[in-house]
């Protein structure tokens, strides 16, 4: 496995690729997991060549203690990578390497997209997020990228960070992977105790009953609904619910048959945030 910590270097082996070979991106900050090796293992089946970067973006923590706090695993990133496949090209730069003499991210406008849910609680989240991904996709230049669907609202603010800036690229999202209880896989669950790691399965328990419920109540009866649930639960905080259309991500002022919804959650649990959507129909 090649491991390239300059983007020198990057561009310098990437020049080696024939010009119909299709080339695959999959951007992480390492600490990779199942829901990861997912998306790496469709790149590899999907492209003649993948690139896989580890960068943990200073940009897009809008809490210095959750950067802090992000786990740094090189070694064992490095090994998952490995089994997948020994021809993944793994990009590791440095904090300067990406971001030079500045560790700023860039003002976008992403039509409204980064405003709600994630947006609204994480100020800056987007345009870092947006800032790193834009750097990634000129740098690296794949035929397709891939994102997972845990993050479903970045998924589509990077569709149309795409669209924007005219980067001529297929974004692709993945379908989220769950542990054995339900449990969306994160690196941030590592950081909960044994018990409430399988407690936190009553996040993805309540979104399914909450699609359930979708079938026959409007979206403000679902979300009071789940508010509910998660107001009767001893160890789990509920920060949102919402309920939105699912690429423009605007709230339903009226169920309609051809619209495609889908609901969205963010939860504390022992102080670690959690994330989680659901397809509603
Ligand atoms: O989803 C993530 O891990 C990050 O937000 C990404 C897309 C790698 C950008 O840093």
Same mark, same amino acid.
């Given at each position: 496995?090649l ?11 990437l ?25 790496v293992?469709r ?11 580890? $960068? ?34 793994v990009?590791?730069?440095s ?10 991210s860039?003002?976008?406008?992403f ?9 609204a $609680? ?14 990634l ?58 018990n409430?790691?399988?407690e936190?399965? $009553? ?20 979300k ?7 107001e ?21 002022v ?23 959507n659901?397809?509603?129909?």
């Amino acid at each position: 496995m090649l491991l390239i910590k300059t983007r020198e270097h990057l561009i310098e082996r990437l020049a080696t690729l024939e010009k119909n070979e299709c080339l695959g991106l999959v951007p992480t900050m390492g600490a990779l997991h199942i829901g990861h090796a997912a998306l790496v293992n469709r790149a590899v089946e999907e492209n003649n060549a993948v690139v896989v970067s580890i $960068f943990v973006n200073p940009t897009q923590f809008n809490n210095s203690d959750d950067l802090d706090k992000y786990p740094l695993t090189l070694k064992a990133d490095l090994e998952v990578l490995e089994k997948i496949s020994k021809d993944i090209i793994v990009f590791t730069p440095s904090i300067e390497e990406m971001y030079h003499d500045e560790i700023k991210s860039t003002n976008y406008d992403f039509g409204g997209l980064e405003h709600v849910m994630e947006g609204a $609680f994480r100020t800056g989240h987007f345009d870092g997020v947006g800032t790193i991904v834009e750097s990634l996709l000129t740098l690296v230049k794949p035929d397709k990228a891939y994102f997972g669907e845990k993050d479903f609202q970045q998924l589509q603010i990077i569709k149309k960070l795409t669209e924007i800036r005219n980067i001529p690229v297929t974004i692709i999202g993945c379908p989220i992977v769950r542990e054995a209880n339900g449990l969306a896989y994160s690196s941030r669950n590592e950081r909960l105790s044994k018990n409430i790691r399988n407690e936190a399965s $009553f996040i993805y328990k309540t979104l399914k009953s909450a699609k359930n419920l979708f079938g026959t109540e409007s979206a403000m009866i679902v979300k009071d609904w789940v508010t509910n649930q998660f107001e009767q639960h001893p160890e789990l905080k509920l920060e949102y619910v919402e309920i939105t259309q699912a690429n423009t991500l605007k709230p339903v002022v009226k169920k309609q048959k051809n619209k495609k919804y889908r609901a969205f959650i963010a939860v504390y649990a022992e102080g670690v945030r959690l994330i989680d959507n659901i397809a509603l129909n």
